[in-house]
């Protein structure tokens, strides 16, 4: 493929740059951005957009995921115990079912389910925090609660994981989807722990970075193999991306919890509709 002009390169990296800020606040990474994007201005290939996508999922995962960290909003005790079933969950959808699933199916269901999760996040798209809760016996032992400082509130918000076993089969299947479908399930991490685990957005959010990452890593080493990261469009991706992931670190931790959900349901109605277009094959 020839090298691209100076323009291309420019918008690459300017739409990464939103890409990355984008990813940071909702915790998705910037691929729901910067897939479409190459598609549509450089003529990639899907399978070297993914590519550069999941280099970009570092890049944010890096930079959002180390702020977040250090402001203590992730709780990487979540984190590490929810990835474990994302991992076996892609390890059983790369390695058996995706030879005998139809992708397309699968976009399809997952575009829906998507979709239908809006309902019950549209129902309490203004609750600042979810209400108070002793959280469950099995969510206390593994002790799945922390705080973080909240700096819009400008106070200590505490908080208690509960329905662990519901997380984990939603982060199960996120983990399937990712082998099966190559794509970066961090709309589901978020859902997970906000819907099922009733933990505050910004902490959904914050540790899904910290997740996607983790995950983005591995696919990374495969695509590499197979020569599909392209150095010309992953250094400008990946660049831009990291600088809007820092700026994205800084906005979120300003929002209102409030915000950083509508942010979120605007991005899970994207992408819900982007696999559906997919799996049903219609232009638009």
């Not at 906005?251 to 049903?280: H, P, Y």
Request: with cysteine; charged share 10%; aromatic share 6%.
């Amino acid at each position: 493929m020839p090298w691209p002009c100076f323009f291309c390169l420019l918008k690459i990296a300017v739409v990464s740059l939103l890409g990355g800020v984008i990813g940071a606040i909702s915790g998705l990474g910037g691929g729901i951005v910067i897939v479409p994007m190459l598609t549509l201005f450089m003529h990639l290939p899907i399978e070297q957009a993914i590519g550069a996508s999941v280099v970009s999922v570092i890049a944010v995962s890096s930079g959002a995921g180390s702020v977040y960290v250090r402001d203590h909003i992730t709780n990487v005790r979540i984190a590490m115990f929810l990835n474990f079933f994302t991992v076996a969950g892609a390890i059983l959808g790369a390695a058996v079912l995706a030879r005998f699933l139809n992708g397309d199916v699968l976009k399809i269901l997952f575009g829906a389910t998507l979709l239908i999760s809006l309902i019950p996040l549209l129902a309490k798209i203004g609750e600042e925090l979810p209400r108070e809760a002793q959280g469950d016996r099995l969510a206390r032992w593994l002790k799945m609660s922390g705080s973080y400082f909240d700096r819009r509130m400008r106070r200590e918000v505490c908080y208690r994981g509960r329905q662990v076993p519901a997380a984990s089969g939603v982060m199960s299947v996120a983990g399937v989807l990712a082998g099966v479908l190559g794509i970066g399930a961090g709309v589901l991490n978020v859902l997970s722990m906000e819907r099922a685990m009733h933990l505050p957005v910004k902490v959904a959010t914050a540790t899904s970075n910290f997740l996607i990452g983790v995950t983005a890593a591995a696919a990374a080493g495969v695509y590499l193999h197979r020569g599909l990261v392209l150095p010309f469009v992953v250094v400008p991706v990946a660049a831009s991306v990291l600088l809007g992931a820092l700026l994205g670190t800084k906005m979120m931790e300003r929002m209102s919890n409030v915000l950083v959900r509508k942010i979120f349901a605007v991005v899970l109605a994207i992408t819900g509709v982007q696999m559906l277009v997919g799996g049903l094959h219609v232009h638009i």
